[in-house]
């Protein structure tokens, strides 16, 4: 599985930003997907997870109700609305694949077995 994650960028506080994880060598859709960022001096930490079908999803409350995840199987495409943003979002974020699992749960990077790149959100106060 190879995860492309795009979309980040420059924001001012209150923004909003779409990520975006584009999901190949592998169909997208039997596996759960879930959203990371590490901040600089910061260990890597859960933002969201979206199960197989779309149908179940997980946040870490530092984001609930302000970050949205969702996933367009027939792109192979996995989401991040992110509205509201405050200067502590800012973050490199990762996607990544729990390929054991088709309904997710995990906040736990042990968990996942696929990493995309990173792309890099910086929210400006």
């Known amino acids: 599985v190879q995860l492309q994650a795009s979309g980040g960028g420059l924001v001012q506080t209150g923004g909003s930003l779409r990520l975006s994880c584009a999901a190949s060598?592998?169909?997208?859709?039997?596996?759960?997907v879930g959203w990371f960022r590490q901040a600089p001096g910061k260990e890597r930490e859960f933002v969201s997870e979206?199960?197989?079908?779309?149908?179940?999803?997980y946040y870490a409350d530092s984001v609930k109700g302000r970050f949205t995840i969702s996933r367009d199987n027939a792109k192979n495409t996995i989401y991040l609305q992110m509205n509201s943003l405050k200067p502590e979002d800012t973050a490199v974020y990762y996607c990544?694949?729990?390929?054991?699992?088709?309904?997710?749960?995990?906040?736990?990077?042990?968990?996942?077995?696929?990493w995309g790149q990173g792309t890099l959100v910086t929210v400006s106060s």
């Open positions: 990544a694949a729990d390929i054991k699992s088709v309904f997710g749960g995990s906040n736990s990077t042990l968990h996942y077995d696929y």
């Open positions: 979206i199960s197989w079908s779309g149908g179940t999803t």
């Open positions: 060598g592998r169909t997208a859709s039997y596996y759960a």
